[in-house]
Each structure stands twice: as C-alpha cells, then as structure tokens.
C-alpha cells in the first residue's frame, strides 16, 4: 500500500527566506506522480506543483521547487522568497501511473509565514 | 467562471437527515472524485468517475452514494447522517484518468 508522510507538523519561515517542507513516501511501483498541495484558510486545493517519477530533473515552478529524490522515496518542497500568501496547508500527494489514479495524501504542515 | 465549483460551501443538518453536495464542473474533464478531509485535515479518496461509470469506490458506507447525470457533475448523496460524517468534502476532476485533479472549494458538513 502507498503511504505518504510529512514528518512537520507545522514550520514557520520569514518574509522573503527560504523554507523546505518536507515529504517522504512508500511504493513498490517505479512509475508514479508526485504532488504538492496548498490549501489556504479558504479551504481550496490548489496544485503548486507535480513531478513524473520517471523525470531525474527536479519541477520548478516560479518559486517553487521540488527535490526529488527516488532512490530514497523523498520529494521536498522548497519555497524561495516567502511571500504573506504563501500561508497554508501543504499536502505531499502519491498517484501511481497506471490502475487507480486516485491520490494518497500526507498529513500536511502548517506553513506560517512571518511579516 | 468557476473551474470546479460545489453547493453548497456550508451544510449543517441533524442526525439522521438525508442530504446532497452538489459539483459541477466547466473544464471538459472526463473524470470525477470525492474526497473527504476530516478534523485532523486527512484527506482521503472516497469516489472516482470516468465518463460517468465508477472506477474507484473505497471503503465508504453505503449510506454514501455518488451519482453523476453527466460527465461535467458528480453529486453526493448521504443518507441517515451520522456525527462521524461531518468532514469536508472536496470535489475534484482531471483532464482524464492520470491528468492532474483540480479541487473545489469544498464543502463543510456538520451533524449535529
């Protein structure tokens, strides 16, 4: 069975720093897809960003990035320059490639971010 | 202009009410989920539609039972509620089966 954990429960990161949230998960499929989640106060799912486990080149999208690193079943999210709406819930998320396509989620961490 | 949109965003009802969550949504999405994310912000899979057959049904009383008209909604239905229903309850929908899923709102359930 897939299992996804984030081991921090909540993080907090200055204005304008950098932070990684972290996210580890467990599979015995070689393809797969990994995501990160941000759910804001307002209660919304949002996709920050995803990677193919086929993929050696870690996703980037603005200032999000990710480090992926499948031989140890790791994909931390990295987010540069924090901004104030960066606060929320982030969720690691597993989906295999093929069969069910539904995600397993992480416990999320709290992101507070400090003016 | 709403991607996936659900009704309503609040739902408070008595023990042992029927009730519906409505969603909808405008993307041409082939498929459809619900998931439930508890008090400890667990989010988990209950329902996933392709082109209006069920594909994934997990461990979810029968109380629960999803019906979807056509591909662009998913409905919820619950009968006979209980305490350990109140959650929200997010609907998604992706491009197709392995596409990314883009969430609604969601919609939060109290049973009093």
């Known amino acids: 069975a897939q299992t996804v954990t984030q081991s921090q429960p909540e993080m907090s990161v200055q204005e304008a720093e950098t932070v990684t949230l972290s996210c580890t998960y467990d599979?015995?499929?070689?393809?797969?897809?990994l995501f990160w989640y941000k759910q804001p106060p307002s209660r919304q799912m949002i996709l920050v960003i995803r990677?193919?486990?086929?993929?050696?080149q870690n996703a980037t999208e603005n200032r999000f990035s990710v480090n992926f690193q499948k031989a140890a079943k790791s994909f931390s999210l990295k987010i540069s320059d924090s901004q104030l709406g960066d606060a929320a819930m982030y969720f690691c998320?597993?989906?295999?490639?093929?069969?069910?396509?539904?995600?397993?989620f992480g416990t999320g961490t709290r992101l507070t971010v400090i003016p | 202009d709403t991607a996936v949109s659900q009704t309503p965003k609040y739902l408070v009802t008595q023990m042992g009410n029927d009730k519906s969550i409505k969603c909808e949504q405008n993307?041409?999405?082939?498929?459809m989920y619900w998931y439930k994310q508890d008090s400890k912000k667990f989010l988990k899979i209950m329902f996933s539609?392709?082109?209006?057959?069920?594909?994934i049904n997990e461990t979810v009383p029968n109380r629960f039972s999803p019906k979807s008209p056509d591909k662009a909604h998913l409905n919820l239905h619950i009968n006979s509620l209980e305490l350990g229903d109140s959650a929200v309850y997010f609907c998604?929908?992706?491009?197709?089966?392995?596409?990314?899923?883009?969430f609604g709102p969601g919609t939060r359930l109290t049973v009093l």
């Open positions: 998604a929908s992706s491009q197709v089966i392995q596409g990314p899923q883009y």
């Open positions: 599979t015995s499929e070689s393809d797969y897809y």
């Open positions: 990677q193919e486990a086929y993929k050696q």
């Open positions: 998320a597993y989906r295999r490639e093929t069969g069910a396509n539904n995600l397993f």
């Open positions: 993307l041409g999405h082939d498929t």
């Open positions: 539609y392709n082109n209006k057959e069920l594909i």
